[in-house]
């Protein structure tokens, strides 16, 4: 028997239960026929339309919670990229048949995300069980004391919600003090003897999603050398980013005594264990000279630098990539490899919020990176910072933090 191509528009039209499409804007991209048939609405009055225009909430009731908290929700789901169930809701929905008359309507929705290519969401599912019916008809036999009851259900749903924000509120205060603490702890650096380097650092746009990521940029006294890292605590948060202060300065102070970026990290590897939440931290040191024209690197799980050739093509520095810092069990010597360079050649480090995306796999990253950087070949170290800003993070704001360090050669 030939295969038949499912119509999915056909299945989405037939599901039992209401479910919409939003965008990220809250415009209804579609609607299946249980969803209209129970809210009263035709195709012409949703979809396209601002779900809130449609489903405003009941203005003659001043305690009218439903849209407030149905936008709260949309927005988590945003933000985070991930499923949302919401409290039953009391909404109150206008009659169709009688304008400026409101049905008292109880309703239990989850939100959840339909993702794209790069991880970002580009809409959203919002699915709906409307279950006035079954609160009233166990209110009906009950009497006084079911109503009671409902009310107290209510209540607890409300106080739920309540609650849900005092604790939204208190997680975009510890996003802003988080953030407060990366930027102190990662200044624009000042000038590198004569060279040319750009820096970037864009947080995550979830509100628990402040990273420990970092950069350094450290001047070599006496010598025509600098060196560079970048690095990433793993966890989120205030913790996160006090781990990534301390690494930072050790690291700072260790490049400055080693003889080289492996042995940096060996010293930042034994310095970690003391310090909390810095296990499996990736980082990558390197040492540029200009005497010799050589950069020196080492890497503790970190991806791999990229360097750009003036004539665009790129290479990324992976021959001496090691465990993440607290992932082995035994004291080994980390590797350590060199490279040539040329002036108008370009050293680009970054974290994995610059190419990471859910469901890719991370060579189509680099390779996304690789091809950015071959375009824009003719850019300084800040025109180049931008337009790799501009054009590997997704419009809809990164879901991890990016640390980028651009050093033209």
């Not at 129970?38 to 305690?63: A, C, H, I, K, M």
């Not at 790129?314 to 060199?338: E, H, I, Y």
Request: charged content about 25%; aromatic content about 6%.
């Amino acid at each position: 028997m030939a295969e038949t191509e499912t119509d999915y528009a056909a299945v989405f039209q037939a599901l039992p239960g209401m479910v919409a499409l939003l965008t990220p804007d809250l415009i209804y991209a579609d609607a299946n026929d249980e969803f209209l048939r129970q809210s009263g609405r035709t195709r012409e009055q949703v979809v396209g339309r601002y779900l809130f225009d449609v489903f405003p909430d009941n203005p003659s009731d001043s305690g009218a919670t439903g849209m407030r908290n149905l936008a709260a929700s949309l927005a988590r789901v945003v933000e985070s990229g991930e499923r949302d169930a919401m409290a039953l809701q009391r909404y109150d929905v206008e009659s169709a048949e009688r304008p400026g008359e409101w049905e008292e309507r109880y309703w239990s929705p989850v939100n959840a995300p339909l993702l794209g290519p790069d991880g970002s969401v580009v809409l959203l599912i919002h699915k709906v069980e409307e279950v006035t019916e079954l609160i009233r008809a166990r209110a009906r036999p009950l009497g006084d004391r079911a109503r009671v009851l409902e009310a107290e259900l209510y209540t607890r749903a409300r106080e739920l919600q309540e609650v849900n924000e005092r604790l939204r509120r208190a997680h975009a205060r510890e996003r802003e003090v988080a953030l407060a603490l990366q930027r102190a702890m990662l200044p624009a650096p000042g000038p590198v003897r004569h060279h040319r380097a750009a820096v970037r650092y864009r947080p995550a746009t979830g509100a628990l999603n402040v990273c420990g990521d970092w950069y350094d940029l450290v001047d070599m006294a006496g010598e025509d050398r600098i060196g560079v890292a970048v690095g990433d605590v793993v966890g989120h948060g205030l913790p996160a980013a006090c781990a990534m202060g301390q690494l930072r300065s050790a690291l700072s102070a260790a490049s400055l005594v080693a003889g080289g970026p492996a042995e940096a990290l060996d010293a930042l590897g034994l310095y970690a264990d003391s310090v909390e939440g810095a296990e499996n931290t990736t980082v990558v040191q390197t040492c540029i000279d200009w005497t010799d024209h050589t950069i020196t690197y080492s890497s503790a799980g970190h991806l791999p630098p990229a360097l750009l050739r003036a004539d665009g093509t790129v290479t990324f520095l992976d021959r001496a990539t090691d465990p993440p810092l607290g992932a082995r069990p035994d004291r080994v010597a980390r590797p350590q490899a060199s490279v040539g360079f040329d002036a108008g050649d370009t050293l680009v480090l970054y974290t994995d919020g610059l190419i990471e995306r859910r469901v890719e796999d991370i060579d189509t990253g680099l390779a996304r990176l690789a091809d950015a950087l071959t375009r824009h070949r003719r850019s300084d170290a800040e025109e180049l910072a931008d337009a790799l800003l501009l054009d590997l993070l997704p419009l809809s704001g990164a879901t991890d933090d990016t640390a980028l360090v651009i050093i033209d050669l």
